[in-house]
């Protein structure tokens, strides 16, 4: 299939750590994308992969790439209450001349104090 | 530096009528890309626009247009509005388009069809 899959909910406690997973198709794609979306707001990039990185950490938050299974992952240590929020995995593809990113449907995150 | 701005924030228009969606991007950027954002299709790319030309388009027809200017701000139409267009419509900016890493996102413009 061509789309970006999610699970849609996760709940966890304050203090704990998140785990969300996303498995992307396009095996050609450059670069993997997690954003963040709340409430009547746009989307916030938090940050994104190289493809040809399996990790990458920024303060709590640390992108997991299995390139062999198309698997990546975002690992939100310390989960605080502001981090509830709808989280987007997207690839960046080839598209005609230019490109476009290819979204998840979104996991939401609910964080209970 | 400022973000990508959007006007107007919300929009409600009726079947049939024509809209119109405005986008500045971050001062410096001169690649736009518009997405529309629904809950049963997700978040679906619609175009991209490079240094005033469209470098690709999504799957959406032809009722969807847009366009870019000198000084990088975008407009989208959608003409002969449905009400299966009512979508948050969100705007990218990032500063060279297919080579560059970032995209970031304005907070959208709400446009309600009745």
């Known amino acids: 299939g061509e789309d970006v899959e999610q699970s849609l909910f996760l709940s966890v406690r304050e203090g704990d750590s998140s785990v969300i997973n996303c498995t992307y198709t396009?095996?050609?794609?450059?670069?993997l994308y997690w954003y963040k979306q709340e409430p009547g707001a746009g989307l916030q990039l938090l940050t994104y992969?190289?493809?040809?990185?399996d990790m990458k950490q920024d303060q709590r938050l640390t992108v997991l790439l299995n390139k062999k299974d198309k698997h990546l992952s975002l690992r939100i240590a310390d989960t605080q209450t502001g981090d509830s929020a709808i989280y987007f995995c997207?690839?960046?593809?080839?598209?005609?001349?230019?490109?476009?990113?290819?979204f998840g449907k979104g996991t939401t995150l609910s964080v209970s104090s | 530096k400022a973000g990508v701005t959007q006007t107007p924030r919300y929009l409600i228009k009726t079947r049939g009528q024509q809209v119109t969606l405005s986008c500045s991007p971050i001062s410096g950027h001169r690649s736009v890309s518009w997405y529309q954002q629904t809950p049963g299709q997700g978040l679906q790319f619609l175009f991209e626009?490079?240094?005033?030309?469209?470098?690709n388009k999504g799957n959406f027809p032809g009722r969807f247009s847009g366009r870019q200017f000198s000084n990088s701000r975008s407009e989208m139409n959608v003409s002969t509005l449905e009400l299966g267009d009512s979508a948050l419509y969100l705007c990218?900016?990032?500063?060279?388009?297919?080579?560059?890493?970032?995209?970031?996102f304005g907070p959208g413009t709400r446009l309600t069809v009745l």
């Open positions: 626009y490079f240094s005033e030309t469209q470098r």
């Open positions: 990218a900016s990032s500063s060279r388009g297919a080579g560059d890493n970032e995209q970031f």
């Open positions: 997207a690839e960046k593809r080839t598209v005609q001349a230019g490109t476009a990113l290819i």
């Open positions: 396009d095996s050609s794609s450059t670069y």
């Open positions: 992969i190289f493809s040809n990185m």
